[in-house]
């Protein structure tokens, strides 16, 4: 397994940044699942300041950021120019102040994880997160502890018009898991389809079992993104639709960037493939 690697500048400057938060704290984790990392030039460069990463875990240096290193993991998580180049998603620690969060290569590489189907994670929560359920499908992680991380927390869900219905789908199949939250939050429609799904599998009537903001272009993504920086909101299951352009685009960037600017609180799968596997995991505590 082969992850990408990028971390902004006030993620990686100290021994106190997401990066090396995440090294430190997800070191067994990297080395029982014998990851490979590709390291933008920049992170690469603060791994080894640090003494991090540095014996047994294969990394890779390419080019810095301005020298198309993001550029060619976008590449990559596309399959590279080779199969031995080939990405199975990236860890990005997003400062959503860098200006540098929404160049083309940026949100390239992001778009590429969501329409192969691979994670792209940009918290430092969402990172350990991710370790954790990529050792349980690896047979060497507990699915105990991630399920427990659920209590007490309120997920979002969300999707575009294209997606509502795979949305749906995928809480029907994983309606007990979604139900252990301490509340759900949606917007407009989707949240509405989910009420009705949940009600008919017996969720008390008038009840919601999700809590309905407005719709995405009329500010529900905006009313979210406050739930997520109040710390009222941990986790956004957000199904996002990569072959349209949406009038709403600086809604969607909002609420991403909220999610980013709460790093240390919030995770984010932004794609169907990402939440399954997420779900996946957790199956074995639920059963």
């Known amino acids: 397994?082969?992850?990408?690697?990028?971390?902004?500048?006030?993620?990686?400057?100290?021994?106190?940044?997401?990066?090396?938060?995440?090294?430190?704290?997800?070191?067994?984790?990297?080395?029982?699942?014998?990851?490979?990392?590709?390291?933008?030039?920049?992170?690469?460069?603060?791994?080894?300041?640090?003494?991090?990463l540095q014996h047994g875990v294969p990394t890779v240096r390419l080019p810095t950021g301005m020298q198309g290193g993001v550029m060619r993991l976008a590449s990559c998580i596309a399959g590279g120019l080779?199969?031995?180049?080939?990405?199975?998603?990236?860890?990005?620690?997003?400062?959503?102040?860098?200006?540098?969060?929404?160049?083309?290569?940026?949100?390239?590489?992001?778009?590429?994880?969501?329409?192969?189907?691979?994670?792209?994670?940009?918290?430092?929560?969402?990172?350990?997160?991710?370790?954790?359920?990529?050792?349980?499908?690896?047979?060497?992680?507990?699915?105990?502890?991630?399920?427990?991380?659920?209590?007490?927390?309120?997920?979002?869900?969300?999707?575009?018009?294209?997606?509502?219905?795979?949305?749906?789908e995928f809480a029907a199949k994983h309606f007990e898991l979604l139900s252990r939250f301490a509340s759900r939050v949606g917007t407009g429609t989707t949240g509405s389809l989910l009420n009705e799904l949940a009600w008919s599998r017996g969720w008390p009537a008038g009840q919601p079992w999700v809590t309905r903001y407005q719709s995405g272009p009329m500010g529900g993504d905006a009313q979210i993104a406050e739930l997520v920086l109040d710390r009222r909101c941990h986790k956004t299951i957000f199904f996002e639709d990569p072959h349209v352009a949406r009038q709403h685009e600086a809604d969607i960037q909002l609420l991403e960037r909220a999610v980013c600017t709460a790093t240390e609180h919030t995770s984010c799968f932004n794609s169907p493939a990402m939440a399954e596997r997420w779900a996946a995991a957790l199956a074995p505590a639920g059963s």
């Open 82 to 168: 080779a199969p031995e180049h080939a990405l199975d998603g990236v860890i990005y620690f997003v400062d959503p102040v860098d200006p540098s969060s929404l160049y083309p290569e940026t949100l390239a590489l992001k778009r590429q994880c969501v329409i192969h189907g691979k994670p792209f994670v940009s918290t430092a929560r969402g990172a350990q997160e991710w370790m954790a359920v990529e050792c349980v499908h690896a047979g060497v992680g507990d699915a105990a502890v991630l399920s427990q991380a659920l209590d007490g927390q309120t997920v979002a869900l969300i999707a575009h018009d294209a997606l509502k219905q795979r949305m749906v």
């Open 1 to 52: 397994m082969r992850f990408g690697l990028v971390a902004h500048r006030i993620h990686r400057q100290d021994a106190d940044g997401a990066l090396a938060r995440w090294a430190r704290g997800s070191e067994a984790q990297v080395r029982a699942l014998g990851l490979g990392l590709h390291a933008v030039g920049g992170t690469y460069d603060a791994l080894a300041r640090l003494g991090l």
